[in-house]
């Protein structure tokens, strides 16, 4: 009786969600968006495709990789072929596994613990450091570059990192506000790898060797064909405002702030007296099967997930990890680039994405965010 009970429920969720706004537009327009991505992959034969190089060594001294969102499917599924890669002694440049020190950042202890074990079992030369961080929240993700600050110290290592994967994102169905008062899919799609990046910018340059961040983003940024740059957008506070949660635009709106964050940031590095020792770039894996859609109703994500597959859109997380791997592996004076579809191949992104003006506007509201959370959570620390 209970299962049958379940079943109904399930399936008038599901008839639910088929009836909103939100529904269609994850449909249609992502689906479009996505095609139009391989389009222009296929019809822009001057597309620029760049070979991964081997990143430069270091001196006694072990370089730093730090991946957030760690510990779903997603993410297992693509640490692995990194490792493997960096073990591979294609040159006596690359970085040998022995030498790397991998640092896993999520907000699931269990998931990352069981995500480190299941990777040093199968390599034990592999290093890995985990670090508990709610990436939607400032206060831990200021606690996290304390921890990072004091663990290099405490371990002797060089103070600075050499490469930052923003890897974290969520598709969340329903309203839900961060302590801050944040939408919550902003506060982790976008300001929360903002306030990393900003956070860890110093350890970043202070490398000895070109550094680089790796923003994933997604095609869906496409479905986005205008935006207003305030407070209450990038928080996400006037979303909170219809009876029902859009939450397909507010994760395209969180994509395309993630990409003018991307373009913005190598624009001011390449203002720097050392331009581009600090590279930025966006990777986009498409559609990748992860448990993202986990918030939507079941039998719907199955259904898109085969039809996606029936298409030969959907890749397996082994595949989808190809575009970030080209992006972390890129020449050194490559930046402000668009990885998408593997093979080294990046692409133009939407319009939208390359409006200066708008990117400067979500630079200043995104540093204002930053300060105030700044003033608050900083003397509650101390």
């Not at 693509?78 to 596994?97: G, N, T």
């Not at 930025?280 to 859609?293: E, S």
């Not at 039809?307 to 595949?319: A, F, I």
Request: aromatic share 10%; glycine share 4%.
């Amino acid at each position: 009786m209970m299962g049958i009970m379940m079943a109904i429920k399930e399936l008038w969720n599901a008839l639910q969600f088929i009836c909103s706004v939100e529904f269609w537009r994850m449909s249609v327009f992502w689906t479009l968006s996505l095609l139009v991505s391989y389009c222009r992959l296929l019809l822009a034969p001057k597309s620029q495709s760049y070979p991964r190089c081997p990143p430069a060594t270091l001196i006694n001294n072990k370089p730093v990789c730090i991946i957030t969102a760690f510990g779903c499917r997603l993410h297992l599924g693509w640490v692995r072929p990194l490792l493997m890669l960096f073990q591979r002694k294609v040159s006596a440049l690359f970085w040998r596994v022995a030498e790397f020190i991998l640092s896993a950042v999520g907000r699931s202890s269990d998931l990352l613990l069981k995500t480190v074990l299941e990777i040093t079992s199968s390599n034990k030369d592999a290093q890995l450091k985990a670090f508990r961080v709610d990436i939607s929240s400032f206060q831990s993700i200021l606690n996290f570059k304390r921890s990072l600050q004091q663990w290099l110290s405490d371990t002797k290592m060089h103070s600075s990192v050499q490469l930052l994967i923003n890897n974290a994102g969520i598709l969340g169905t329903s309203y839900r506000l961060t302590a801050e008062g944040y939408d919550q899919m902003m506060a982790t799609n976008y300001i929360g790898a903002f306030c990393l990046a900003k956070l860890l910018l110093p350890l970043l340059t202070n490398s000895p060797v070109p550094s680089r961040i790796v923003n994933v983003t997604s095609f869906t940024h496409r479905s986005v064909f205008n935006m207003q740059v305030d407070k209450e957008t990038v928080t996400g506070k006037c979303f909170l405002r219809p009876k029902q949660y859009p939450c397909a635009r507010i994760y395209e709106n969180s994509k395309l702030c993630l990409l003018l964050f991307s373009y913005e940031l190598h624009r001011q590095l390449g203002l720097m007296e050392k331009p581009h020792q600090v590279s930025v770039i966006a990777a986009d894996p498409g559609v990748v099967q992860t448990n993202i859609m986990r918030e939507v109703p079941p039998c719907l994500s199955h259904v898109a997930f085969m039809v996606l597959k029936l298409l030969g859109l959907l890749q397996s997380p082994e595949k989808g990890i190809s575009s970030i791997i080209d992006a972390a592996l890129a020449p050194p004076d490559k930046s402000g680039v668009y990885f998408f579809g593997g093979k080294g191949r990046t692409l133009n992104s939407s319009v939208l994405s390359h409006n200066t003006k708008l990117a400067q506007e979500l630079w200043t509201t995104s540093c204002d965010l930053f300060l105030q959370s700044q003033l608050v959570v900083e003397p509650i620390s101390t």
